[in-house]
């Protein structure tokens, strides 16, 4: 029952079950009513036929009955006397009377005794006035009921009908014939038990034949799943999952899948790159500290002092930069703090001393250009930019900050060579550096621009670069405004 297949078949056979049993039930209730219908019609004309040869005052005895067992009749008076039953009737239930012999009464032909008071009450006027007249049968829908009788030692259950009557002598007579309901039973019973037969065979039916079209629908992804075991077992993210033909889920499923895998395959091969990428620029300052200190254990007197703290300021650098990025690579949110980078790129540039180039700082005065975001990584972000224009300038570097619709722009310009337009977006990768780049610092990893990048996308930012009017590179970073 764990199974997709298991519970879809449970699923549908319940739901099938649950509708059959509503539509049985349904069939059986119209059916019913519809035969049900038919007895009340046949005792309707049974009783009237009778009641008409009483409205015309024919003898009791000499009124035709209708075979026994298919309509047995009692006539009663307005007193609730039997006075006139089928020939072969032995008891009888659900009619107006109980009684099944005949009891003296006026006859049909008899002239019925004088009212005492001719002014009755007004319940007796209501009374007569409903009887049909002299000779007539009752017009208004007989009243039904439902009973038994006993024909000639045979009791079944019978529908009756009763039809009132008056003689032309004024003696009002209430008919009751009866019709059968052993066909109506049988009937029912039949559709019954054929949809008791019926309905476990159609719903063994119903859930082998789900069992198998779930089975076949769910082929693919047990493929998808064997392939994705294989994948996980041999850690070969080059190979893909099978894709089905079909336009279904199954199939996008496996595209996405694929997508996936692809998009995993690539993060697994950057990471792989950049731990090969690190492990190498670490191997440069720790070989080079690792010598002096060797050097400087068997001759202190050849210690390169300041060689060896430049090493370690090196190190320091690259392993600051990697755990940068191993923190954004991670998911670290940026702060929700507010930064207002105007000031920020005052007290950036303000701390750049030692710049070999000073750097023009276009601020309007004023303005207001607050972000969300975290000031450290900001700050960051706009110091590689500068450490980064100080590389390839010849003689300005400038750096600017402007609203830019509904964000604020910060663009930092020099007037060195500027970057092939082949290379824009090369130079953001990880440890790619340019071999003029190289040439002009030995000590940079590359990473700079990277984490700048990064940094701006965790902001919702973006990090672009273009040729700058003083014929460098201009590299403009843009942030969305606080909502």
């Known amino acids: 029952m764990r199974s997709v297949r298991a519970r879809a078949a449970l699923g549908a056979t319940l739901v099938v079950a649950v509708a059959l049993i ?23 004309v049974a009783a009237r036929e009778v009641a008409g040869q009483l409205a015309t005052g024919t003898p009791y005895e000499d009124v035709e009955l209708d075979d026994d067992e298919d309509h047995p009749v009692q006539v009663t008076d307005e007193e609730d006397r039997v006075v006139l039953v089928s020939k072969d009737l032995r008891a009888v239930t659900g009619t107006g009377a109980t009684g099944v012999t005949p009891v003296p009464s006026a006859s049909a032909g008899a002239t019925p005794a004088p009212d005492d008071d001719d002014d009755g009450d007004d319940d007796d006027q209501d009374d007569d006035r409903s009887r049909p007249g ?5 017009s208004d829908d007989p009243d039904f009921s439902d009973g038994t009788a006993t024909v000639d030692r045979t009791t079944a259950d019978y529908r009756f009908a009763a039809v009132e009557a008056t003689t032309p002598d004024g003696v009002t007579l209430t008919v009751y014939a009866g019709a059968p309901l052993a066909a109506e039973q049988e009937a029912v019973n039949t559709v019954r038990g054929a949809m008791l ?10 859930a082998g034949v789900t069992w198998l079209v779930t089975r076949r629908a769910l082929r693919p992804v047990e493929g998808i799943r064997r392939e994705m075991a294989a994948i996980t077992a041999s850690e070969d993210l080059a190979r893909r999952v099978p894709e089905p033909d079909s336009r279904d889920e199954i199939a996008a499923l496996a595209r996405t899948t694929n997508e996936t895998l692809t998009v995993l395959e690539a993060s697994v091969e950057r990471q792989r790159r950049f731990v090969a990428d ?19 254990e068997a001759h ?14 090196r190190l320091q650098v690259l392993a600051a930069d990697l755990l940068l990025l191993a923190r954004l690579d991670a998911g670290e949110k940026p702060g929700g703090g507010t930064v207002e980078l105007g000031a920020l790129v005052r007290e950036e540039v303000s701390q750049r001393t030692g710049d070999r180039i000073a750097v023009a700082v276009e601020v309007p005065e004023g303005g207001a250009f607050e ?19 100080q590389r390839h300038a010849d003689g300005s570097v400038a750096v600017s900050v402007a609203a830019d619709g509904r964000g604020v722009r910060v663009e930092v310009r020099d007037d060195g060579a500027g970057v092939p337009e082949d290379e824009r977006e090369r130079i953001f990768e990880r440890f790619v550096r340019l071999d003029d780049a190289r040439s002009r610092d030995d000590g940079g990893a590359g990473l700079g621009l990277a984490i700048a990048r ?6 919702g930012g973006t990090l672009t670069v273009h040729r700058a009017a003083e014929g460098g590179a201009a590299f403009r970073l843009w942030l969305p405004r606080p909502a």
């Not at 509503?22 to 309707?44: C, K, M, P, S, T």
């Not at 037969?197 to 119903?206: H, K, R, S």
């Not at 202190?300 to 300021?313: F, H, N, R, Y």
Request: proline letters at 4%.
């Open 454 to 459: 990064d940094v701006a996308a965790r902001h």
């Open 278 to 296: 690190a492990s190498h620029e670490l191997r440069s300052p720790i070989a080079s500290l690792r010598t002096q200190l060797e050097v400087a």
């Open 300 to 313: 202190p007197e050849l210690l390169d002092l300041p060689g060896a703290v430049a090493d370690t300021v």
């Open 134 to 138: 002299r000779g007539e049968v009752s």
């Open 371 to 389: 972000v969300n975001g975290s000031r450290g990584q900001l700050s960051r972000v706009i110091g590689n930019l500068l450490d980064n224009a």
């Open 22 to 44: 509503g539509a049985g039930l349904a069939v059986l209730l119209v059916l019913r009513a519809n035969l049900i219908g038919q007895a009340d019609l046949q005792a309707e």
């Open 197 to 206: 037969t019926g309905l476990p065979l159609l719903l063994v039916v119903v």
